[in-house]
């Protein structure tokens, strides 16, 4: 028979060593893809501070009850490393969100730079801990006890997570944010497990909980990637064709009445020539710089769903109050995509043609884009001529 010692080891080892596999095999999935961008490269970080977290909530919850006995400073170093590996992944958490939101913490350096002080201030208090006992001590028993400041560890720790969970949510209310909204949910949803496992861990310290709350969180994230990646163009980072039908559907039914639907289909002009000319490689280049285009000529516009369509034609579709708005959106390419042709100096003249139709309240989606494509034929023949 084992003892409740024994079967405390067995439970806390058995836990953390299933969460550690699921998330290394989560590493391992999202390592496979192809694609490399902000991202990803989020989502790995991510991970790999969840599996780094699970490790040391393991080590650290072991050597606290008395599980293992550790020499001298090294329980103390320990207990600093799981704090520490904590922040490290709340930080995690929140770089990820925003990342995927494309918020302007992640686009700024200065306000990125601003959100490394609390973790920053989190690693000191936990490193100097080891001697002062500020965040956590042990007493002569060598039992785990909080210190005076271990409610600042907290708040450095957890602001993370709250800030990006709250705001993440809020967005997801704002109107103006429809095309992204399951996405704003799910990036708010992903924390709660995270920050209600902390709890429950301080209440049920002997009961390994933090460890099954993160790889939650880390499992939820890992979805949304997925989701992501099927609605997502592989090449320019739109949405895909597929996502663009589901969205038009949805936007269909749901249009208020004071508002217009719009759908511009663009093309690149030449586009053939370029690939024959300069080669697939530039012509994709072309094509993730149209991408570019659309994103940054429309960032202001949260309202503005952009698509890859198929080939060398993009969508936007535009729900607005004002017509003026739409009317307004190919003058916006046109400067945008000069501008940036003229910084990357390509090579060859890149330009677009663009039709737009309005949805006039009885159309289905093949007619509604059929408007368009007619449109975007006539601008087509009109600078062919």
Same mark, same amino acid.
């Given at each position: 028979?084992?003892?409740?010692?024994?079967?405390?080891?067995?439970?806390?080892?058995?836990?953390? &060593?299933?969460?550690?596999? %699921?998330?290394?095999?989560?590493?391992?999935? $999202?390592?496979?893809?192809?694609?490399?961008?902000?991202?990803?490269?989020?989502?790995?970080?991510?991970? +790999?501070?969840?599996?780094?977290?699970?490790?040391?909530?393991?080590?650290?919850?072991?050597?606290? %009850?008395?599980?293992?006995?550790?020499?001298?400073?090294?329980?103390?170093?320990?207990? &600093?490393?799981?704090?520490?590996?904590?922040?490290?992944?709340?930080?995690?958490?929140?770089?990820?969100?925003?990342? $995927?939101?494309?918020?302007?913490?992640?686009?700024?350096?200065?306000? #990125?730079?601003?959100?490394?002080?609390? %973790?920053?201030?989190?690693?000191?208090?936990?490193?100097?801990?080891?001697?002062?006992?500020?965040?956590?001590?042990?007493?002569?028993?060598?039992?785990? *006890?909080?210190?005076?400041?271990?409610?600042?560890?907290?708040?450095?720790? !957890?602001?993370?997570?709250?800030?990006?969970?709250?705001?993440?949510?809020?967005?997801?209310?704002?109107? *103006?944010?429809? $095309?992204?909204?399951?996405?704003?949910?799910?990036?708010?949803?992903? +924390?709660?497990?995270?920050?209600?496992?902390?709890?429950?861990?301080?209440?049920?310290?002997? +009961?390994?909980?933090?460890?099954?709350?993160?790889?939650?969180?880390?499992?939820? +994230?890992?979805?949304?990637?997925?989701?992501?990646?099927?609605?997502?163009?592989?090449?320019?980072?739109? @949405?895909?064709?597929?996502? #663009?039908?589901?969205?038009?559907?949805? *936007?269909? *039914?749901?249009?208020?009445?004071?508002?217009?639907?719009?759908?511009?289909?663009?093309?690149?002009?030449?586009?053939?020539?370029?690939?024959?000319? !300069?080669?697939?490689?530039?012509?994709?280049?072309? #094509?993730?710089?149209?991408?570019? $285009?659309?994103?940054?000529?429309?960032?202001?516009?949260?309202?503005?769903? #952009?698509?890859? !369509?198929?080939?060398?034609?993009?969508?936007?579709?535009?729900?607005?109050?004002?017509?003026?708005?739409?009317?307004?959106?190919?003058?916006?390419?046109?400067?945008?995509?000069?501008?940036?042709?003229?910084?990357?100096?390509?090579? !060859?003249? %890149?330009?677009?043609?663009?039709?737009?139709?309005?949805?006039?309240?009885?159309?289905?989606?093949?007619?509604?884009?059929?408007?368009?494509?007619?449109?975007?034929?006539?601008?087509?023949? &009109? &600078? @062919?001529?």
């Amino acid at each position: 028979m084992l003892t409740e010692a024994q079967l405390g080891t067995w439970r806390i080892s058995m836990a953390s &060593a299933m969460c550690m596999l %699921l998330l290394t095999m989560l590493i391992l999935r $999202v390592l496979r893809r192809e694609e490399k961008r902000s991202t990803q490269r989020a989502l790995i970080g991510l991970l +790999v501070s969840a599996d780094i977290a699970v490790l040391f909530d393991l080590l650290w919850g072991l050597s606290t %009850l008395g599980h293992i006995t550790l020499p001298g400073i090294w329980s103390r170093v320990v207990s &600093a490393c799981y704090h520490i590996g904590t922040g490290v992944l709340c930080y995690a958490c929140f770089a990820y969100s925003e990342t $995927v939101q494309q918020s302007s913490y992640i686009r700024r350096p200065l306000v #990125l730079a601003t959100g490394f002080i609390p %973790l920053t201030l989190l690693a000191v208090l936990c490193i100097s801990s080891i001697w002062t006992g500020c965040v956590f001590w042990f007493d002569k028993d060598g039992s785990y *006890r909080h210190g005076a400041m271990y409610w600042a560890f907290m708040l450095l720790a !957890y602001n993370y997570p709250i800030f990006t969970g709250l705001t993440t949510w809020w967005r997801s209310m704002n109107r *103006r944010n429809f $095309v992204n909204r399951s996405t704003y949910r799910m990036l708010a949803v992903f +924390v709660i497990p995270l920050i209600c496992s902390a709890m429950l861990q301080e209440l049920f310290p002997t +009961v390994p909980i933090l460890c099954v709350g993160i790889t939650i969180g880390a499992i939820l +994230v890992y979805i949304l990637s997925l989701e992501n990646q099927i609605s997502i163009d592989g090449l320019t980072g739109l @949405n895909n064709r597929m996502h #663009l039908i589901r969205h038009l559907s949805v *936007r269909i *039914r749901n249009l208020p009445k004071n508002h217009g639907l719009y759908v511009f289909m663009l093309d690149a002009n030449g586009f053939k020539r370029i690939n024959d000319g !300069y080669g697939h490689p530039e012509g994709d280049r072309a #094509l993730c710089l149209i991408g570019q $285009v659309m994103k940054q000529a429309l960032a202001g516009r949260p309202s503005c769903f #952009l698509a890859r !369509y198929g080939g060398d034609e993009f969508t936007i579709v535009c729900e607005t109050e004002e017509r003026a708005e739409a009317d307004a959106i190919p003058a916006l390419l046109e400067s945008e995509l000069q501008a940036l042709a003229k910084a990357h100096q390509l090579p !060859y003249v %890149l330009t677009l043609s663009i039709g737009m139709a309005e949805f006039d309240g009885k159309q289905d989606i093949p007619t509604l884009i059929g408007a368009a494509d007619r449109a975007l034929y006539h601008a087509k023949n &009109a &600078a @062919n001529a």
